[in-house]
């Protein structure tokens, strides 16, 4: 039969249901609930909405048109009191969009949710590797949540699932999902897809994690790097050095390209691609590391695009994880010791050396120096450092004391031999210290291999300054800081120069001293 379109129907079901399609849609409007309306499709398909013809403040239509849902599964009662719910909620000041978006959250499940925050937050943001690692493990680890209304989910149901999955998998791994749970949770409210009084997980503590050995200890290099010659595979060995000497990423590791190698500069510039945004501008190479490039490339073919090309679908290295397993078994290192602990070493012994947090986010291609600060805050040896540098300006006007060494550093027995530069880095090839070097008369009181990079780091930085240089000015601006006596400052002066870090300049005339510059090819780095 045919259809007034002007005139409003006193709907059922069944008269819902009934009404014939046109060769286009067309609405009726509901008799008994203003604002209701009834659109059926030509397909046959056919829907309730919310239309309101209004002009509200910086509108540009006259009216505003929202579906409330399917006929075949919305009934028209309910269709009604959706609509007086939603002039309800008008009046005190939520959108008709906002308030039909949270009845709709309000009855979906955690896996709607979870899935939300993956496709629309995460996604965006996040490298595929991560992105892939979460969509392929919530299935399983939130199994016991996911099926649950958002409504209907308590800080009591939450704690549950968390000690479920640190019993079956460890408390990492709960940790992990919790974060993802909670990150979800707030992203669905701020978007105002869900309004909770209080969320679930928003009181809901982590499990305490184990604290692993994130970083290579001075003492534990020399069995590394032993293990690191003899490991068969020099290819994957070749990386971990390139990971430890310059504190990149594993990925950017493996996708070093001979074009992005300056030979002359000693650094490499690593591209910053769409997926990975994180390299740092540059990187600096150091020594160790150019004696492996300059090797490498003696080998490499002519047309060689990358430094550890592999017959795989990149064309170049994807994993080192099993040679790393026997370098680090063969060291006698822990199993907490991680490939990532490389970059954490590297970052460690910047901090050691005195760079502060900016230096060392540039070095490492941090995004935010916040990143960084960890490892500033945890270097007891820098801290100390500044604090005695800082204290020996107000203590530099006492009266001298005679005949007073300031030294206390413990006596070494022979069952506890101590850390020295000489012992920590014999392995290194261009750390290592010849014979000749002259040591302290005082047996037992050399200082760590801590101190003297601390030393050096701060003898580099007064050299690029203009001044008087000499030994006699580094021992009263330094030495006394780490209670280094003459013959120790001597000492360290004498590594320095051997190593190619600085250079005698001149003789002062009428004495025995001699003033100290810095390599050039420092000076301009």
């Known amino acids: 039969m045919p259809i007034n379109k002007r005139e409003k129907l006193w709907f059922t079901d069944k008269l819902a249901m009934s009404l014939p399609t046109e060769g286009k849609s067309y609405a009726v409007g509901d008799a008994a609930q203003e604002y209701l309306f009834l659109r059926v499709h030509p397909t046959g398909a056919r829907a309730w909405y919310f239309r309101r013809h209004w002009m509200p403040e910086g509108a540009t239509r006259k009216y505003e048109n929202r579906s409330i849902g399917d006929c075949f599964e919305v009934g028209v009662n309910q269709a009604r ?29 955690v896996r709607a949710v979870v899935k939300d925050y993956i496709e629309n937050r995460l996604k965006p943001r996040c490298t595929a590797r991560y992105t892939g690692d979460i969509e392929r493990g919530y299935e399983r680890h939130m199994a ?36 993802v749970l909670h990150a979800a949770f707030n992203y669905a409210e701020a978007r105002g ?38 490991e068969p595979n020099q290819d994957h060995a070749d990386i ?38 994180r390299n740092p501008d540059f990187v600096a190479l150091t020594d160790d590391i150019r004696d492996v490039l300059e090797r490498r490339k003696l080998q490499a073919e002519p047309d060689a695009v990358w430094v550890f090309p592999a017959e795989s679908k990149s064309g170049h290295v994807g994993d080192i994880r099993k040679v790393f397993t026997r370098v680090r078994d063969a ?48 270097c007891s040896e820098a801290v100390r450092g500044v604090t005695q540098s800082g204290m020996n300006r107000l203590t530099q006007f006492a009266p001298k004391k005679e005949n007073v060494l300031m030294l206390r550093r413990r006596t070494v027995t022979p069952q ?51 001044g008087r240089n000499t030994k006699k000015a580094f021992y009263q601006k330094i030495g006394a800081g780490f209670q280094v006596n003459s013959e120790e400052m001597e000492r360290i002066l004498t590594e320095m120069e051997e190593r190619g870090l600085i250079y005698k300049a001149r003789r002062i005339p009428g004495q025995a001293a001699h003033e100290y510059a810095i390599k050039e090819k420092l000076q301009q780095a």
């Not at 308030?99 to 709709?104: H, T």
């Not at 500069?265 to 690593?270: G, I, R, T, Y």
């Not at 070097?437 to 007064?462: F, M, P």
């Open 144 to 179: 016991p949540l996911l099926d649950m209304p958002v409504t209907a989910v308590t800080m009591s149901d939450v704690e549950t699932w968390m000690h479920q999955v640190a019993a079956a998998t460890g408390r990492a791994t709960a940790n992990k999902y919790f974060t």
């Open 331 to 378: 060291a006698g290192l822990s199993p907490d010791f991680v490939i990532h602990s490389l970059r954490h070493t590297f970052c460690s012994l910047l901090a050691q050396a005195g760079g502060n947090a900016n230096m060392i986010a540039a070095a490492a291609g941090h995004s935010s120096a916040r990143t960084t600060e960890r490892y500033v805050k945890s």
């Open 81 to 109: 009191d959706i609509v007086q719910r939603i002039l309800q909620a008008a009046k005190m000041g939520t959108s008709p969009k906002r308030f039909l978006q949270q009845l709709v959250w309000s009855s979906s499940t």
């Open 416 to 466: 506890e031999p101590i850390a020295t530069m000489e012992t920590a880095t014999s392995a290194a090839p261009a750390m290592n210290r010849p014979s000749n070097v002259k040591t302290s008369k005082n047996a037992g009181v050399r200082i760590g291999s801590t101190d003297q990079l601390i030393i050096e780091g701060k003898i580099l930085s007064s050299l690029r300054v203009p």
């Open 240 to 277: 971990i050095r390139v990971l430890l000497f310059t504190g990149v990423r594993m990925r950017t590791a493996f996708a070093m390209r001979w074009q992005d190698i300056d030979f002359t500069a000693l650094q490499w510039n690593p591209p910053k691609s769409q997926t990975n945004k």
């Open 193 to 230: 897809h869900i309004e909770l009084k209080r969320l679930p997980t928003a009181h809901v503590e982590k499990y305490r994690e184990r604290e692993r050995q994130s970083y290579l200890r001075p003492d534990q290099y020399p069995a590394f790097a032993s293990a690191l010659a003899a």
